[in-house]
């Protein structure tokens, strides 16, 4: 009987597997932070900015399962169909692996002769389950589709289970028996089982499962034959509602409902994570145009080309531009030569002027590198005293060593009109002294005053720019008493 039911289970198995319909998501958007625990941000972080080639598993849902069906006491009797109910909650550990604690309640009955006194037996076993499975998804992870609709799982766990058996003998009252363990001293089980899901929508589903609870107990009936020392076991097969439970803002579904190759499959189809290079179209001679779209594939190096990749003839002449000596050969000029000079004759005009150009003198750059030049101070008045006089005199000894330079001597004062006045004064004193005293051209110093700066003071700075060498005073009301 055991093995029927296991071969109708398997064969059940393998028919939702061929024919399981799927869904293409991974579950969540990849970018959602909100549905990644806090401990695994890191890793998100790493992920979303290409360090890390992971994603990181979100939260899932639990699921909330309540069932019936029919529970079989297999002992050394005659038994009857009984009745079980369970109540489970599951968690995933990972896509394949989930914890399942359960609580369930089987009622059992049945009897027999007992062939040491030949009387009729008969019994009651009602159990309380308390179980651990853990489920091992069976169909999660494809490479040819993606979300599974159906969940096959095989079961395995322990549970402790907790009898109350009564007995009747030769048809008299049900009286509770004492010891029923035989001397055992605990009511462990070890469970075998295997299950199938069929998902209805995202939040419910509805399972059969069959399974086998071992125990090392054989008078869960009260009796135990002479002929036999198999130990007494559960069959349990049921059909259960599950639903899941948990924020779903904050939570995706029930991580045996999501095909972790989802993500990989999606990318590779349309990437949307992944850092691609720059596609780079073959171009054998370098002009610019990819070789799939170039009428001359072999066009000389840095030859200038079209937007199809032949070379220019801008004239037309028939000598691409890179190798004609004349651009724009009139049409009456044709034919050309190999170098693309049609048969006109040059105008006179033309000699001319190239032999102008070609005689033409390029006049010299003229730099001044001059440098060191001092600043004057002054103290009141515009007048020089003897120590400004010895500093411009070693000043002009550098103008004259430099003849290319011009001097720009400036002054400073913009702040009102009689410390422009004072500016003005104080460089034509110093311009003055240059040309009366030591000879300096005045042709070479540039007139410059009224700047913003330091009122007192008087710069001489190499140059090679043009400028005025006398500027009339802005303000002759003004002048100062030296």
């Not at 401990?39 to 019936?68: K, M, S, V």
């Amino acid at each position: 009987m055991s093995s029927k039911k296991f071969l109708l289970v398997a064969a059940l198995i393998v028919l939702i597997q061929t024919v399981g319909l799927a869904q293409n998501d991974f579950g969540s958007d990849w970018k959602d932070s909100s549905k990644i625990p806090t401990r695994a941000l890191p890793q998100y972080n790493e992920f979303i900015n290409n360090q890390y080639p992971f994603p990181t598993r979100p939260r899932d849902q639990w699921e909330i399962g309540i069932g019936f069906g029919s529970a079989v006491l297999s002992n050394d009797w005659a038994n009857n169909k009984g009745f079980g109910a369970t109540i489970t909650a599951r968690k995933a550990v990972s896509h394949t692996f989930s914890l399942r604690p359960t609580v369930a309640y089987y009622s059992n009955s049945g009897g027999g002769i007992n062939i040491n006194t030949g009387l009729r037996n008969d019994y009651k076993n009602n159990s309380l389950h308390f179980g651990m499975d853990i489920l091992t998804s069976l169909n999660t992870l494809s490479f040819y589709r993606g979300n599974p609709k159906v969940n096959v799982y095989a079961v395995t766990g322990f549970e402790y289970y907790s009898p109350k058996i009564t007995q009747s003998i030769a048809n008299g009252p049900f009286v509770d028996i004492a010891n029923p363990n035989n001397g055992i001293t605990n009511y462990l089980g070890l469970n075998l089982g295997l299950g199938v899901a069929f998902k209805v929508t995202d939040g419910v589903n509805i399972a059969l499962e069959m399974k086998h609870t071992l125990t090392n107990n054989d008078k869960l009936e009260t009796y135990t034959t002479p002929y036999s020392n198999a130990n007494d076991s559960w069959w349990y097969t049921g059909i259960k509602l599950n639903f899941n439970v948990g924020n779903k803002s904050r939570r995706v579904q029930p991580l045996w409902w999501i095909n972790p190759a989802n993500y990989v499959y999606n990318e590779i189809n349309k990437p949307a994570h992944m850092k691609l290079p720059k596609v780079v179209l073959p171009d054998g001679d370098k002009d610019g145009v990819a070789d799939q779209f170039d009428l001359e594939p072999n066009t000389a190096t840095g030859a200038p080309v079209d937007s199809h990749g032949v070379s220019k003839d801008t004239d037309g002449d028939g000598v691409p531009d890179f190798k004609d000596k004349e651009l724009l050969t009139p049409q009456k000029c044709f034919p050309v030569n190999a170098d693309g000079i049609g048969t006109c004759p040059e105008p006179a005009c033309c000699k001319e002027i190239r032999d102008m150009v070609s005689n033409m003198k390029v006049a010299p750059v003229v730099e001044c590198t001059i440098g060191g030049l001092p600043s004057i101070q002054f103290k009141g008045s515009a007048k020089l005293s003897k120590d400004n006089e010895a500093i411009l005199a070693v000043a002009a000894a550098k103008i004259n060593a430099n003849p290319a330079c011009k001097v720009k001597v400036i002054g400073y004062g913009a702040s009102s009109k009689s410390a422009q006045q004072l500016s003005w004064e104080r460089v034509n004193a110093v311009m003055k002294y240059l040309v009366e005293k030591q000879g300096i051209s005045e042709s070479r110093l540039l007139f410059n005053y009224g700047q913003d700066g330091d009122i007192n003071t008087v710069d001489l700075m190499g140059t090679t720019e043009d400028g005025p060498n006398t500027v009339p005073a802005p303000h002759p009301n003004l002048k100062s008493k030296n």
